[in-house]
């Protein structure tokens, strides 16, 4: 027994040791942007390598915020953010939610269905004429309907809904529940982990959306704050590409390193708040749906 306990322990020391060693190494590149982007341009660009500055600036940071555009870009970007990952959760559910009852009658033809989209898909050029074809061309809607439902996310929320027990259902419809204030009133609360975690999946989603707003989205009055960012340090590089009077700033544009570590922590710290309050919720609901089939 000592030897194993001796073992166990050494065993796990060097888990942290590893584990510790992981976590520093993963977040120091982090530190770096947020420490570059609040570096003097001078300093960045002598040192290329900055953790401690021993000059600070903002003028990244006045730069991006002074463009009158960027306030509105970023209005888009939560909208759709919310919105989007409300609508998701929605559908993702409701849908989710019958194809886990044994009793629906052709329930496998639709998981099959569901399912080959995981494996398969139209592409690019037959989904942008789909988009086409509904008028979502120039709309924010472009960027949450033909995502409205994740088949992963949907077969996971469904093996969940099958892991609660049947005698819940059944207690709730002798007290006079009919099929939807089951699902809202007993099947929901019960399933706030894996609501919470896919939550943050569509959320991150959204946020980072890119290349779909490159896609459908042509009017400049409609970008997300991704696309804006791109815009300005396309800018800052003298592409060429691009407008600079759309973006109407008062400030000088700093150097290229200085305004990509900006728009990085610009772009990130906003989702990476969110993570925090649904952390108790996140293992736990990754793991949730995951054992039955």
Request: proline share 5%.
């Amino acid at each position: 027994m000592k030897r194993a306990t001796a073992f166990s322990r050494l065993f796990d020391g060097l888990n942290m040791t590893v584990l510790a060693v992981l976590g520093i190494l993963t977040i120091i590149p982090f530190i770096w942007i947020v420490a570059g982007s609040f570096t003097a341009s001078e300093e960045l660009l002598r040192k290329q390598i900055v953790f401690f500055p021993e000059q600070w600036s903002l003028d990244g940071y006045r730069y991006v915020f002074s463009a009158s555009t960027i306030l509105r870009s970023l209005l888009v970007t939560i909208g759709v953010t919310v919105c989007g990952t409300l609508l998701n959760l929605l559908f993702t559910v409701t849908t989710a939610y019958p194809l886990a009852r044994r009793d629906l009658d052709g329930r496998r033809p639709v998981m099959f269905l569901i399912v080959f989209t995981m494996l398969f898909s139209g592409g690019m050029i037959p989904t942008f004429l789909i988009v086409k074809a509904f008028g979502l061309i120039n709309s924010p809607l472009s960027l949450v309907v033909p995502g409205l439902i994740s088949a992963f996310n949907l077969v996971v929320i469904k093996n969940f809904f099958q892991q609660l027990p049947e005698g819940l259902e059944e207690a709730a419809k002798i007290d006079g529940c009919h099929d939807i204030m089951v699902l809202f009133r007993i099947v929901l609360p019960l399933s706030l982990p894996a609501l919470a975690t896919f939550s943050l999946f569509y959320a991150v989603g959204h946020w980072n959306s890119y290349f779909q707003a490159v896609l459908y989205i042509n009017d400049s009055h409609w970008w997300p704050i991704q696309v804006w960012l791109r815009q300005i340090v396309i800018l800052s590089q003298g592409s060429g590409i691009g407008d600079s009077s759309q973006l109407d700033a008062e400030f000088a544009i700093p150097p290229a390193p200085v305004l990509k570590m900006t728009v990085i922590v610009i772009s990130t710290v906003p989702i990476l708040l969110v993570y925090p309050f649904l952390q108790k919720h996140f293992a736990k609901g990754v793991l949730l749906g995951s054992v039955k089939g």
